[in-house]
């Protein structure tokens, strides 16, 4: 298997399995960090820090596993870690990862068609910022990169299936709220309401949408 051969030649110190493992892994892990950071400087930071201490740490590595799994949640709790800081310290910008988004298939859709399943993907990559990092991380592993929940859950730092569960759950609770006709017509309400003279915002009141 060529992921446990890199493993093994990374433990000998030859370099060239690193190579290997990031030519892997790398796609899977930055499309993870993208979507929970949601900047991609950012997730190129985090990715690139977790490579490098996937080489140093590599003698503690049990090349019996897969190699994949166990980095990606390595990257998804460094994720979670510089989202949460940053969504502390710094404004969110809405929209930022709709280039992303839209690599998805298109399966043939017509021009009508590929306009409506783009504002889907603005409004389900929208309604993703407005979740907690710690949610947003177990939407993205579960739905995005198809872990299972005892994938999830498996591994030493990584939180019980419990947790996880309930955290898919207030999630998915969540989504269906900021998903639902009544907040997509508000939403587009909202965006064609005119500003008032002087750039003011007439954006409804209200306080933060997270709970």
Do not use: C
């Not at 929209?95 to 783009?118: C, K, R, T, V, W």
């Amino acid at each position: 298997m060529e992921e446990r051969g890199a493993v093994e030649r990374l433990k000998k110190g030859d370099v060239g399995g690193l190579e290997v493992l990031v030519r892997m892994h790398q796609t899977r892990a930055l499309r993870a960090a993208y979507l929970i950071v949601r900047d991609r400087a950012l997730a190129e930071d985090v990715v690139q820090e977790a490579f490098v201490r996937a080489y140093e740490r590599i003698g503690r590595f049990d090349e019996t596993r897969p190699f994949g799994p166990w980095f990606t949640k390595v990257v998804v709790n460094d994720a979670i870690k510089v989202a949460s800081r940053r969504e502390r310290t710094v404004p969110v910008e809405r929209g930022e990862g709709g280039d992303l988004l839209a690599s998805l298939p298109d399966h043939g859709a017509s021009p009508e068609g590929l306009a409506e399943e783009a504002e889907e993907r603005r409004r389900v990559w929208a309604a993703l910022e407005r979740l907690p990092p710690v949610q947003r991380a177990a939407i993205v592993q579960r739905y995005y990169l198809g872990l299972s929940e005892a994938e999830m859950a498996g591994g030493v730092a990584s939180p019980p299936t419990g947790t996880i569960k309930w955290r898919l759950h207030a999630a998915r609770k969540r989504l269906s709220k900021l998903l639902s006709p009544e907040a997509r017509a508000q939403d587009v309400a909202t965006r064609k309401r005119p500003t008032s003279f002087g750039g003011a915002s007439n954006a409804p009141e209200g306080g933060s949408d997270r709970e």
